[in-house]
């Protein structure tokens, strides 16, 4: 049989979104189940998104500004930068998948810890690049300086995932800091932030406070805080030329008509975010208390989520979550990821949790 498609895609694992809580609730006959697995905020759209989705959908006949001049330039203002230095994509990790395509060739490597976010090595993988993955540290976070002996000269890329997902873990100013004087300049270190928003600790550091360096990019998205997940907006701050490159390389009008009008519209409810953000640090600390009297290791977390390292166990819980009508994301041999929700939601996961363990 003649294959039509690359024959190493049969060993790269498929991305798991967070499964259908509609879907669960009609398999076990419920009138609804909650969904703890993808990270979303729960409360709803922002004032104003909705309204400006529905007018830009009367344009949708035309197609949108390939060069997303107005969100550029709204965020260069917000975050202190040129406009020339933003690239927008489909969501951080389509602007991740950008990133290896501008820099990466089949056999080089991209550097990244491990476990971190799931797409990483597919994105690595499908550009032809080498995944790199370095083990985490025993308290679930980044091992810096095993990441910068890990760098070669194949080395093209290093994602950095800060807080991480899945573990929720985050590293500190003066050790990120020291990692990024140990990596080449040569070598493009793009540090994810896609849960900036709800860092609490002040010595977790804004990643643009390093994006003058030459070889730093960062990420951000509207999928989490902003509450625009359904409608894929991300993008990085970068040196001029590397948000150029990035630009050709997207694909084009990936940034659609009402993706734009979200994204301008969220952005002028930053009090409304900075609000849902406190309330879901609030509920993020109240369910790692209750966590920890079930799972002891549990790390502290400074995203919208907690971890649970369990293991073998992870799984079998995930499944024992599920039969009772709340979804969380299992990541098999390691643990699981459970999204910080609403405090009843929260409070239904966690006595499901104690009669799962």
């Given at each position: ?8 895609l049969e ?9 259908s ?7 076990l ?6 969904k703890?697995?993808?990270n ?6 922002l004032?104003?998104?909705v309204e400006?989705?529905?007018e830009?959908?009367?344009q949708s006949?035309r ?12 965020l260069?203002?917000?975050y ?24 990466c ?9 491990w ?13 032809g690049?080498?995944a790199?993955?370095?083990?985490n540290t ?12 890990a ?5 093209r890329?290093?994602l950095?995932?800060?807080p ?11 050790e ?5 004087d ?10 994810d ?14 990643g643009?406070?390093f994006?003058?360096r ?14 625009l ?10 040196q001029?030329?590397v ?10 009008f ?10 301008l519209a969220?952005l ?7 609000r849902?953000?406190?309330?879901v ?9 209750r ?5 002891p ?6 995203a ?9 166990e992870a799984?079998?819980f ?7 009508g709340?979804?969380?994301?299992p ?8 999204t910080?929700?609403?405090?009843e939601?929260n ?8 009669t799962?363990?």
């Amino acid at each position: 049989m003649i294959r039509l498609t690359r024959a190493d895609l049969e060993a790269l694992p498929n991305y798991v979104p967070g499964r259908s809580p509609a879907d669960l609730a009609r398999e076990l006959g419920l009138t609804e189940a909650i969904k703890l697995a993808s990270n979303e905020v729960p409360y709803g759209p922002l004032p104003g998104v909705v309204e400006a989705v529905t007018e830009a959908a009367r344009q949708s006949h035309r197609y949108p500004d390939m060069g997303v001049l107005a969100l550029r330039a709204a965020l260069a203002e917000r975050y202190g930068v040129a406009a020339d230095r933003i690239a927008t994509g489909c969501g951080s990790v389509g602007l991740a998948e950008a990133l290896v395509r501008a820099t990466c060739l089949p056999g080089d490597e991209v550097v990244f810890s491990w476990r971190s976010f799931e797409a990483y090595p597919i994105i690595a993988a499908t550009s032809g690049a080498t995944a790199v993955r370095v083990p985490n540290t025993a308290g679930h976070g980044h091992d810096l300086p095993a990441m910068a002996a890990a760098i070669t000269d194949d080395t093209r890329l290093v994602l950095v995932c800060n807080p991480n997902n899945p573990t929720g873990t985050a590293l500190r100013r003066a050790e990120l800091g020291r990692f990024l004087d140990a990596v080449p300049t040569r070598v493009l270190v793009v540090i994810d932030e896609a849960y900036r928003e709800f860092v609490t600790d002040e010595d977790v550091p804004d990643g643009l406070a390093f994006a003058d360096r030459s070889n730093v990019v960062v990420l951000r998205t509207f999928s989490k805080a902003w509450g625009l997940a359904g409608l894929r907006m991300g993008f990085l701050v970068a040196q001029p030329e590397v948000a150029s490159a990035i630009r050709k390389v997207i694909t084009p009008f990936s940034s659609s008509l009402p993706a734009q009008a979200a994204a301008l519209a969220a952005l002028g409810q930053e009090d409304e975010v900075r609000r849902r953000c406190a309330l879901v640090v609030s509920e993020r600390e109240r369910l790692l208390e209750r966590v920890r009297k079930l799972v002891p290791d549990a790390p502290e977390t400074q995203a919208n989520f907690v971890w649970l390292p369990l293991a073998d166990e992870a799984v079998p819980f995930a499944k024992a979550c599920e039969a009772k009508g709340v979804i969380v994301r299992p990541f098999a041999g390691d643990g699981v990821r459970v999204t910080v929700g609403t405090p009843e939601e929260n409070d239904a996961f966690v006595a499901v949790a104690e009669t799962a363990l």
